[in-house]
């Protein structure tokens, strides 16, 4: 089915300058761009997106990452593109994400008590339509 799906490059993407490469990637595949926007996050915004981790060891830490700096928002849109780009993004570890994958080929470990891992993709469509609404308000 055709799909729509709610990506975030995290600060970490945008401070190393490769929004434009993670844009050709998601291009390359054959998504369509239908928004994007470079915003900072609000604390309301990052504890509506995180609400299924709070009180995992890495919430905070990981809600202080997200608001460190601008991120880029966007909405692709294709067929299948939810598994699509949770694909193409590479599994959640830079460090044992596939080669090939954004995480696997751009990620780095930084020791770090979050993984600091690029990218952020809606893992299904109840996810997409509810973070597309905190986004895209
Ligand atoms: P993401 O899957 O986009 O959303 C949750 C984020 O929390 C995840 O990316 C990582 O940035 C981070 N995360 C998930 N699991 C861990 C973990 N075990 N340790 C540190 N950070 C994590």
Redesign the pocket.
Same mark, same amino acid.
């Given at each position: 089915a055709i799909e729509r799906t709610l990506i =975030?490059i %995290?600060p970490d993407g945008v401070k190393r300058q490769l929004t434009g490469q993670i844009l050709s990637r998601i291009e390359a595949k054959g998504y369509e761009i239908a928004e994007l926007k470079q915003v900072s996050a609000t604390r309301e915004q990052l504890e509506a997106h &995180?609400e299924e @981790?709070v009180g %995992? !060891?890495? &919430?905070e !830490? =990981?809600v202080e990452?997200m608001a460190s700096g601008p991120l880029v928002a966007i909405i692709a849109e294709g067929q299948n593109v939810i598994p699509g780009f949770r694909s193409l993004?590479g599994t959640? +570890?830079p460090t044992t994400a596939a080669p090939g994958t954004i995480r696997g080929d751009l990620g780095r470990d930084w020791g =770090? %008590? *979050? #993984? #600091?891992?690029l *990218? @952020?993709?809606s +893992?299904s469509e109840e996810s997409a339509a509810r973070e597309i609404g905190i986004w895209f308000a």
């Open positions: =975030l %995290k &995180y @981790h %995992k !060891p890495f &919430y !830490p =990981l990452f993004a959640t +570890d =770090l %008590k *979050v #993984q #600091q891992n *990218v @952020h993709g +893992d």
